[in-house]
């Protein structure tokens, strides 16, 4: 099975993280690996057989300490604490000071963000489509955080859409523009398609985090469109699985 590591510039103390793929896993078509074989879909909610997606999750729980505190995500801005999370409450994000405890979100195109707190004091991760984005899921984990005792927070931005393939409306460049103007650059006007535009969910989650204070920012080197083997999505395929991006503390 192929996992992702994040990479956080320096090492953090107590803290593990993962971001899974499509691969080696037991789902069909269209949930399969890209190659016909199984595929490591996560999601109970796109159409899988649930008993696959029952495999699944147990075959990737070896990685961790207890159940991942899954979501049920909603394009939101809800956070919650991940050690009260029973039963896949409706939220885009969680955060933990408790080791053992593992805070899980699952995308296929939407950004997956993983914060830690530089001493090992506190964990989160945040599930930031466009919507949630451009509503504050990102500010909102942050301030949640830093409640609970965070200073020095790290992100790591995971696999998703990359500035190649994300074509939006003047709706969503309106959305984060009104919202502070420098986010205009991370829109490109496409050649001869008046009101639409290539954005860059990276550069959005970077100006984000910014104006956050969040300024140990790493990860967005992906694009799950363009790696049909590695990653499963949305924009791609429409029916698709999903992948978890997890993080916790020993």
Not at 166 to 185: L, N, P, R, S, T
Request: charge should be neutral; charged fraction near 15%; include cysteine.
């Amino acid at each position: 099975m192929e996992i992702i590591l994040p990479q956080w510039g320096k090492t953090l103390p107590s803290v593990r993280a993962m971001a899974t793929t499509r691969s080696c896993g037991n789902s069909l078509s269209p949930y399969d690996d890209g190659y016909r074989g199984g595929g490591l879909n996560l999601g109970v909610h796109v159409g899988d057989a649930i008993e696959h997606v029952q495999q699944n999750r147990a075959q990737i729980r070896k990685y961790f300490p207890a159940e991942p505190a899954w979501l049920k995500q909603v394009h939101g801005t809800t956070v919650l604490d991940a050690a009260q999370v029973l039963d896949a409450p409706l939220a885009d994000a969680s955060f933990t000071t408790q080791p053992g405890v593992v805070c899980a979100i699952m995308t296929a195109d939407c950004l997956p963000v993983l914060f830690a707190d530089g001493q090992g004091r506190a964990v989160g991760a945040a599930h930031a489509g466009w919507r949630g984005l451009a509503g504050g899921i990102l500010e909102n984990t942050v301030a949640a955080m830093r409640a609970s005792g965070a200073t020095n927070l790290y992100a790591w931005l995971g696999p998703a859409i990359g500035p190649q393939q994300f074509e939006v409306g003047d709706d969503v460049v309106q959305a984060f523009v009104a919202k502070d103007a420098a986010m205009q650059d991370a829109f490109k006007s496409i050649e001869q398609r008046p009101g639409k535009y290539l954005a860059d969910i990276y550069q959005l989650a970077r100006l984000t985090l910014a104006r956050a204070g969040v300024m140990h920012v790493t990860g967005g080197t992906y694009c799950t469109v363009n790696e049909p083997q590695r990653f499963y999505s949305f924009r791609r395929d429409g029916v698709t699985g999903r992948m978890a991006s997890l993080i916790w503390l020993e």
